[in-house]
């Protein structure tokens, strides 16, 4: 049996890295400020058409209509399973 996460480990996890710095600063995908929002290259589309909501702590791709928290983001850019992705966050929290 696999390793399992508690509810409250990645509650943290989700809320506790803000998305735009995960983003820009630990996964380097691609970004910009356009008229007054935080756009990044969305990881399945790749386009522009997205924005973080900082209340939150979720991204969205307008055009592909796709969420992301930060494990959602972390498991498409790095193209990682859930638990790979968890780690990597975990290293990011410590």
């Keep these: 049996m696999g390793k399992y996460f508690s509810s409250r480990e990645l509650y943290k996890l989700r809320n ?3 998305i735009d710095v995960l983003i820009e600063k630990e996964l ?3 970004s910009k400020i356009s008229e007054g929002f935080f ?3 969305c990881p399945l589309c790749n ?3 997205t924005a973080v909501n900082p209340k939150t702590n979720m991204g969205r791709c307008f055009r ?3 969420n992301f928290n930060t494990i959602d983001v972390v498991m498409t850019w ?3 399973g859930f638990v ?3 780690k990597y966050l975990q290293k990011i929290l410590k």
């Design 16 to 18: 506790s890295i803000p």
């Design 28 to 30: 380097a995908i691609p």
């Design 39 to 41: 756009r990044f290259l």
């Design 47 to 49: 386009e522009f058409q």
């Design 64 to 66: 592909c209509e796709k």
């Design 78 to 80: 790095q193209n990682t």
């Design 84 to 86: 790979d992705s968890v």
